[in-house]
């Protein structure tokens, strides 16, 4: 796999002669929906199969599979426009495998009411789904807001495994403090509340709870921790699995980053996997700053291994992009677009994407063009660049793999970094 920076007056045409691919490939391996709007600065992937397959007359998905001894769901993988449509080519050229370097385990988070061509593409990459539709209210008890069945049968049937979300936080990013506190500290509603989640688990087919731990502080930290050892003990003696999703509590200070120093050496035993977010939702209030930062991520790693297996900790990569309006105030209107929208407006507005080569994260500015209101804006994303380092970074430490917050917009360079560098581990019979 190579990841190539589009230069002034590259053409999609010109950047796949340079490197011997297709310009459908290339626009495929993308999901470039306008292959000829290319923007100085973009990421690109070209990737180069090391096993393909010329559909002939009378071939099935199946029959494929089955003469190169690889699963339909690696076909699925290698090949993603297969999931919009029941039918193959002959002469159609199908991607067998790639020279992978390693496997690893993926996770991503969904809301039910995700798009089911949307999941449906995405799932072949997952081992784990994590669902979030449990929101934590009063007294321990549980309130969900859509039917999962539908989600969680697709998910089996993709051979991801679901597991059940459980967080006090919204969707939309409000935190029910009052719900926590009170579950913290009242024994009867913890009692509930883990009854209340094996009770879900006992009648769904999840195979787990991932346990959102909200505003985790070094005031409070020992009353977390006792709730996820209750938990961890019912949930893990009836052969469920148990995960939990925390906010390190990263703050900003100019150009410097810090965390909560919180000791994690209880969670240890506890879990099955940890995973570290900096963001659970679209709504944000701050600063303009990176989506996320590798150099951050490395020291936040390199401060919890010790205490935390490696093996267990999931590294997180968000599929998430802001435009904030400038100067930035408290009353700034901050935006969360989808990555392919980023881009987009980039090449609307005529921008140069530039780079941070510390962050490892893309960015770009311009001026809108409203008479009465032109305001200068920054806009901060993730790219292919940023993607497979947080991979690679991943890999060096030999953590567990990655968790994609979140999968609600399918973003292909995610997965064409993905899979042609790793072999994505499935428990699940595919």
Same mark, same amino acid.
């Given at each position: 796999?190579?990841?190539?920076?589009?230069?002034?007056?590259?053409?999609?045409g010109?950047?796949?002669?340079?490197?011997?691919? =297709?310009?459908?490939?290339?626009?495929?391996?993308?999901?470039?929906?306008?292959?000829?709007?290319?923007?100085?600065?973009?990421?690109?992937?070209? =990737?180069y199969?090391?096993?393909?397959?010329?559909?002939?007359? #009378?071939?099935?998905?199946?029959?494929?599979?089955?003469?190169?001894?690889?699963?339909?769901?690696?076909?699925?993988?290698?090949?993603?426009?297969?999931?919009?449509?029941?039918?193959?080519?002959?002469?159609e050229?199908?991607?067998?495998?790639?020279? =992978?370097?390693?496997? =690893?385990?993926?996770?991503?988070?969904?809301?039910?009411?995700?798009n089911?061509? +949307?999941?449906?593409?995405?799932?072949p990459?997952?081992?784990?789904l994590?669902?979030?539709?449990?929101?934590?209210?009063d007294?321990?008890?549980?309130?969900?807001?859509?039917?999962?069945?539908?989600?969680?049968?697709?998910?089996?049937?993709?051979?991801?495994?679901p597991?059940?979300?459980?967080?006090a936080?919204?969707?939309?990013?409000?935190?029910?403090?009052?719900?926590?506190?009170?579950?913290?500290?009242?024994?009867?509603?913890?009692?509930?509340?883990?009854?209340?989640?094996?009770?879900?688990?006992?009648?769904? #087919?999840?195979?787990?709870?991932?346990?959102?731990?909200?505003?985790?502080?070094?005031?409070?930290?020992?009353?977390?921790?006792?709730l996820l050892?209750?938990?961890?003990?019912?949930?893990?003696?009836?052969?469920y699995?148990?995960?939990?999703?925390?906010?390190?509590g990263?703050?900003?200070?100019?150009?410097?980053?810090?965390?909560?120093?919180i000791?994690?050496?209880?969670?240890?035993?506890?879990?099955? #996997?940890v995973?570290?977010?900096?963001?659970?939702?679209?709504?944000?209030? #701050?600063?303009?700053?990176?989506?996320?930062?590798?150099?951050i991520?490395?020291?936040?790693?390199?401060?919890?291994?010790?205490?935390?297996?490696?093996?267990?900790?999931?590294?997180?990569?968000p599929?998430?992009?802001?435009?904030?309006?400038?100067?930035?105030?408290?009353? +700034?209107?901050?935006?969360?677009?989808?990555?392919?929208?980023?881009?987009?407006?980039?090449?609307?507005?005529?921008?140069?994407?530039?780079?941070d080569?510390n962050?490892?994260?893309?960015f770009?500015?311009?001026?809108? +063009?409203?008479?009465?209101?032109?305001?200068?804006?920054?806009v901060?994303?993730?790219?292919?660049?940023?993607?497979?380092?947080?991979?690679?970074?991943?890999?060096g430490k030999?953590?567990?793999?990655?968790?994609?917050?979140?999968?609600?917009?399918?973003?292909?360079?995610?997965?064409?970094?993905?899979?042609?560098?790793?072999?994505?581990?499935?428990?699940?019979?595919e």
């Amino acid at each position: 796999m190579v990841i190539y920076v589009v230069q002034r007056g590259d053409t999609i045409g010109s950047i796949a002669d340079k490197f011997g691919v =297709t310009v459908f490939r290339l626009a495929q391996d993308n999901g470039l929906a306008n292959p000829n709007e290319l923007v100085e600065g973009q990421a690109l992937v070209i =990737t180069y199969p090391y096993k393909t397959h010329l559909v002939e007359e #009378g071939d099935t998905l199946s029959g494929i599979a089955q003469r190169y001894n690889i699963s339909l769901m690696q076909l699925y993988r290698n090949n993603p426009f297969l999931s919009d449509r029941d039918y193959i080519m002959p002469g159609e050229e199908l991607v067998i495998s790639y020279n =992978t370097i390693g496997k =690893t385990v993926v996770a991503g988070y969904a809301y039910p009411f995700i798009n089911s061509g +949307t999941l449906a593409k995405t799932l072949p990459y997952l081992t784990y789904l994590f669902i979030m539709n449990y929101k934590i209210i009063d007294e321990g008890n549980l309130l969900s807001s859509y039917d999962d069945t539908d989600i969680i049968n697709q998910a089996l049937s993709y051979a991801a495994i679901p597991i059940m979300g459980v967080t006090a936080v919204s969707p939309s990013g409000e935190m029910d403090v009052e719900a926590v506190f009170n579950l913290l500290i009242n024994q009867s509603y913890q009692e509930r509340f883990i009854d209340n989640i094996i009770n879900r688990l006992r009648t769904s #087919g999840y195979y787990g709870v991932n346990f959102f731990v909200s505003a985790l502080s070094e005031s409070n930290q020992t009353l977390y921790f006792e709730l996820l050892r209750k938990l961890s003990n019912r949930i893990r003696s009836e052969g469920y699995l148990l995960f939990t999703t925390v906010n390190p509590g990263f703050a900003f200070s100019n150009s410097d980053v810090s965390f909560r120093r919180i000791d994690y050496s209880d969670v240890r035993n506890m879990v099955d #996997g940890v995973i570290f977010i900096r963001e659970l939702r679209a709504g944000f209030q #701050g600063p303009p700053r990176p989506i996320t930062s590798v150099s951050i991520s490395d020291e936040l790693f390199d401060y919890l291994i010790p205490t935390i297996p490696s093996e267990s900790i999931y590294i997180e990569i968000p599929l998430l992009s802001y435009d904030w309006e400038l100067p930035y105030s408290s009353d +700034t209107s901050i935006r969360c677009m989808a990555l392919s929208s980023a881009v987009s407006l980039a090449y609307d507005v005529g921008a140069v994407i530039r780079f941070d080569e510390n962050s490892m994260t893309p960015f770009f500015m311009y001026r809108n +063009t409203y008479p009465l209101n032109q305001k200068d804006h920054i806009v901060w994303f993730i790219d292919a660049r940023t993607i497979n380092t947080m991979l690679h970074l991943a890999a060096g430490k030999c953590m567990a793999g990655a968790s994609i917050w979140n999968i609600m917009i399918y973003f292909q360079q995610m997965w064409s970094v993905l899979v042609s560098q790793y072999d994505v581990i499935k428990y699940l019979p595919e």
